[in-house]
């Protein structure tokens, strides 16, 4: 097939695929193995050429990178990018920098500048905007794509792109990278050293920070009543599954990744990291823990222990942050260090304590060979607690999160596939240990559906006002510290 067929073939169809299963989709293999063929037939073989389209979900829009195999990766280098607007029926071409500072755009692009020739650009156009990584861009309507055009314009921007690279080198040299250049030895980072920047997408009109405008009687009125539909519930879901989905495509493409090579406690926690932060820790008794937006493991665990950990904290993280946006659609605010305080503390109530330990235990399970379930910081807690609460209340706060588990537990299917969940099965068959069975008991199937679990929301949120109004000073250490982790945001 010619480049320019190819490329048309999948402006016309990428939206009617995007609706069908993303796995095994023929417009998902030929981007990601016909067009890199297509393009390498019209430049030479010190260039790589790698067509993405998203790792196991549909991203808004496929694209396609070309870099000199002068730099190591693609995490610092300069690149060739297309880039489809499938709503448009379009496609961009540019020249786009990557810096692990981003606050280094501005220079670069200031440095670059001085080698760009503005009257010489053949229709392409000087991106002027000072912060924006992408230097040079050229756009062709759908008629416009031909392999003559699309040929002749590589045939003339990749002389200048040699020429950026080399002065793209001379901007970030350093006896590190001189030493690269030398050698021309590619290093894979590890991904427990990969680090993520996360931020908060401002959605909504407020930004409550202080306590006296949170709780105000409007606002405890709004929270006990939580007002919101099983279809915004259901939203928040898909949010944040597609968030991990952007995060993840992000790294992929940032760290040069081919998720097969992984092992698999590695593939684990790349997807673990595109949610939130994850740190091995090597000191104390405690396995794992989650505590202010960050995972903490044990790295001296079995790899099937640091695995399940992983997936265990990471429950924790999901419960709190679809909590998190429950409460913030039904004040209408976005994200502040009060808010994530306030969930927190509502996490820390006894009841809200237990559901959180079940539903991580029952998610953790999900991923675990049969046999090897583990609901002991469960049983502990239900044990100190026990005696303080009717059985009705403690099998209406497992119902609850057992709710919560199917939810997240979709959500994790999406990054844990079946060949996945296979290759973690295999880790548990390396144990010696025996398997045990009894805890499989406390595993139940009954969930709450609809308005039932709207008004197991609302509880949920009720409780925390309480046991926040009670601890002033815990809710003003906790806020001190997610200052801190909003400020690096």
């Known amino acids: 097939m010619m480049l320019a067929s190819c490329l048309k073939e999948i402006l016309d169809r990428y939206e009617i695929e995007k609706t069908k299963r993303f796995k095994d989709n023929s417009l998902v293999l030929k981007i990601r193995?016909?067009?890199?063929?297509?393009?390498?037939?019209?430049?030479?073989?010190?260039?790589?050429?790698?067509a993405a389209c998203g790792v196991s979900s549909w991203p808004e829009a496929p694209w396609i990178t070309i870099i000199s195999d002068i730099f190591d990766s693609s995490q610092e280098a300069l690149i060739i990018q297309y880039n489809f607007d499938v709503i448009n029926s379009s496609?961009?071409?540019?020249?786009?920098?990557?810096?692990?500072?981003?606050k280094q755009?501005?220079?670069?692009?200031?440095?670059?500048?001085?080698?760009?020739?503005?009257?010489?650009?053949?229709?392409?156009?000087?991106?002027?905007?000072?912060?924006?990584?992408?230097?040079?861009?050229?756009?062709?309507?759908y008629d416009q794509l031909n392999d003559v055009a699309l040929k002749s314009d590589l045939d003339y921007i990749i002389?200048?792109?040699?020429?950026?690279?080399?002065?793209?080198?001379?901007f970030i040299s350093d006896d590190v990278m001189s030493n690269?250049?030398?050698?021309?030895?590619?290093?894979?980072?590890?991904?427990?050293?990969?680090?993520?920047?996360?931020?908060?997408?401002?959605?909504?009109?407020?930004?409550?920070?202080?306590?006296?405008?949170?709780?105000?009687d409007e606002n405890i009125e709004k929270i006990i009543r939580c007002n919101i539909q099983t279809e915004d519930y259901k939203f928040i879901l898909d949010t944040i599954r597609q968030s991990g989905h952007w995060t993840l495509t992000d790294l992929v493409r940032d760290y040069d990744l081919n998720l097969n090579e992984l092992s698999v406690k590695d593939r684990v926690l790349i997807?673990?990291?595109?949610?939130?932060?994850?740190?091995?820790?090597?000191?104390?008794?405690?396995?794992?823990?989650?505590?202010?937006s960050q995972i903490r493991i044990d790295d001296r665990l079995s790899r099937p222990l640091i695995i399940t950990?992983?997936?265990?904290?990471?429950?924790?993280?999901?419960?709190?942050?679809?909590?998190?946006?429950?409460?913030?659609?039904?004040?209408?605010?976005?994200?502040?260090?009060?808010?994530?305080?306030?969930?927190?503390?509502?996490?820390?109530?006894?009841?809200?304590?237990?559901?959180?330990?079940?539903?991580?235990?029952?998610?953790?399970?999900?991923?675990?060979?049969?046999?090897?379930?583990?609901?002991?910081s469960f049983n502990y807690k239900l044990n100190e607690i026990s005696h303080l609460y009717s059985k009705e209340d403690i099998d209406y706060s497992l119902i609850v999160a057992n709710t919560f588990a199917y939810d997240i537990k979709d959500i994790m299917e999406d990054f844990i596939d079946d060949d996945l969940r296979e290759d973690i099965k295999d880790e548990f068959l390396r144990l010696p240990d025996r398997p045990d069975y009894e805890p499989l008991e406390l595993e139940i199937d009954s969930k709450l559906e609809g308005n039932y679990f709207i008004e197991a929301l609302a509880?949920?949120?009720?409780?925390?006002?309480?046991?926040?109004?009670?601890?002033?000073?815990?809710?003003?250490?906790?806020?001190?510290?997610?200052?801190?982790?909003?400020?690096?945001?």
């Open 180 to 216: 690269k250049q030398t050698t021309h030895k590619k290093t894979q980072i590890r991904v427990k050293d990969i680090t993520v920047s996360y931020s908060n997408e401002n959605v909504y009109q407020n930004n409550l920070k202080n306590p006296e405008e949170l709780f105000t």
């Open 105 to 141: 755009y501005t220079s670069l692009r200031r440095f670059l500048s001085k080698f760009i020739d503005a009257t010489q650009i053949n229709g392409f156009q000087v991106n002027e905007n000072a912060d924006s990584n992408e230097l040079l861009v050229k756009y062709y309507t």
């Open 33 to 50: 193995k016909d067009l890199p063929k297509e393009f390498s037939k019209f430049i030479g073989d010190d260039f790589t050429v790698k």
């Open 271 to 292: 997807f673990a990291k595109s949610f939130t932060d994850v740190e091995y820790k090597s000191v104390g008794r405690i396995l794992g823990s989650y505590s202010f």
């Open 309 to 376: 950990s992983i997936i265990h904290e990471l429950t924790h993280f999901l419960l709190e942050k679809i909590i998190k946006e429950v409460l913030m659609k039904v004040l209408n605010t976005n994200d502040t260090p009060l808010i994530s305080s306030f969930v927190k503390i509502l996490l820390e109530d006894d009841l809200n304590y237990l559901l959180d330990e079940y539903c991580a235990h029952n998610v953790e399970g999900r991923f675990t060979l049969y046999g090897y379930q583990d609901y002991s």
């Open 91 to 102: 496609l961009s071409l540019s020249i786009i920098s990557r810096l692990k500072d981003t």
């Open 459 to 489: 509880l949920i949120l009720t409780r925390g006002i309480s046991d926040v109004l009670n601890n002033p000073q815990k809710l003003e250490r906790y806020m001190n510290k997610y200052d801190e982790f909003f400020s690096n945001q």
């Open 159 to 170: 002389p200048i792109y040699e020429d950026l690279s080399n002065h793209f080198m001379e």
